[in-house]
Nanobody, 126 residues
Framework: QVQLVESGGGLVQAGGSLRLSCAAA????????MGWFRQAPGKEREFVAA????????YYADSVKGRFTISRDNAKNTVYLQMNSLKPEDTAVYYC???????????????????WGQGTQVTVSS
């Protein structure tokens, strides 16, 4: 069992930056693949970024590639999402998710993940 708590959301102007954190409580965090997803008002939840358990593999949605960076610190049981050059269309509730995995793969599909956080709001003003 893994409990996930996101933090770092807030209000930022377009072009600004935010860093989201997702702290995991539970054992063997280092054997969990992690992902970030987001859901804007009136829209379905969508994939943002994913990282393998070792951190050696990452994958991004085209809409955030080159602007967002996912990383993890297994010693701190935390995964991060650095978001730069933010746009109003990045406004959403951001969720982190975890999947127990030893393959060192990355996972893009929501159904691949077993555990979800409660989300943190990111609002980008124009």
């Amino acid at each position: 069992q893994v409990q996930l708590v996101e933090s770092g959301g807030g209000l930022v102007q377009a072009g600004g930056s935010l860093r989201l954190s997702c702290a995991a409580a539970g054992r063997t965090f280092s054997r969990y693949a992690m992902g970030w997803f987001r859901q804007a008002p009136g829209k379905e939840r969508e994939f943002v970024a994913a990282i393998s358990w070792s951190g050696g593999h990452t994958y991004y949605a085209d809409s955030v590639k080159g602007r967002f960076t996912i990383s993890r610190d297994n010693a701190k049981n935390t995964v991060y999402l650095q978001m730069n050059s933010l746009k109003p269309e990045d406004t959403a509730v951001y969720y982190c998710a975890a999947r127990r995995d030893s393959s060192d793969y990355v996972f893009q599909r929501q159904y691949a993940y077993d555990y979800w956080g409660q989300g943190t709001q990111v609002t980008v003003s124009s």
